[in-house]
Nanobody, 123 residues
Framework: QLQLVESGGGLVQPGGSLRLPCTAF????????IGWFRQAPGKEREGVLC????????NYENSVKGRFTSSRDNAKNTVYLQMNSLKPEDTAVYFC????????????????WGQGTQVTVSS
C-alpha cells in the first residue's frame, strides 16, 4: 500500500484559509489521481474534490465550490488542498486518497489513504 501523509490542519477562524499538503512517500505521486475527502463527527465520509493526474480538478461538494481548489507540485511529490473563506461547517477530518485509474466521489474507488488531519473552523 502506498503511504500518504496529510498535514497543515489546525484551528482557524471563520473566513480564514488553510492549505493542506498531501505528500507521498516511497512512490511517485505524479501518475495518480488524488481525491480529497472529509468526515465530520457523526457523519459519513464525503468526497470534496479530486485532482486528476492530468491536472483537472473536479468538485464534488457544492458547498466548497469557489472556495476550495487543488494543485500539484510534482517536484515535492505533493498535492495541495487550498481552502479559503472557511466556515464552521467545514470542520472535519480531511483525508487524501490515491487511485491510479480514476477520480471519483466514492471512497471505495481509492486504494490508498492518508491518516487524516483535523481542521476546526471556530471563533
Amino acid at each position: 500500500q502506498l503511504q500518504l501523509v496529510e498535514s497543515g490542519g489546525g484551528l482557524v477562524q471563520p473566513g480564514g484559509s488553510l492549505r493542506l499538503p498531501c505528500t507521498a512517500f516511497g512512490f511517485t505521486l505524479e501518475p495518480y489521481n488524488i481525491g480529497w475527502f472529509r468526515q465530520a463527527p457523526g457523519k459519513e465520509r464525503e468526497g470534496v474534490l479530486c485532482r486528476s493526474r492530468s491536472g483537472d480538478t473536479t468538485n464534488y461538494e457544492n458547498s466548497v465550490k469557489g472556495r476550495f481548489t487543488s494543485s500539484r507540485d510534482n517536484a515535492k511529490n505533493t498535492v495541495y488542498l487550498q481552502m479559503n473563506s472557511l466556515k464552521p461547517e467545514d470542520t472535519a477530518v480531511y483525508f487524501c486518497a490515491a487511485d491510479r485509474f480514476s477520480c471519483s466521489r466514492s471512497a471505495a474507488v481509492y486504494d490508498s489513504w492518508g491518516q487524516g488531519t483535523q481542521v476546526t473552523v471556530s471563533s
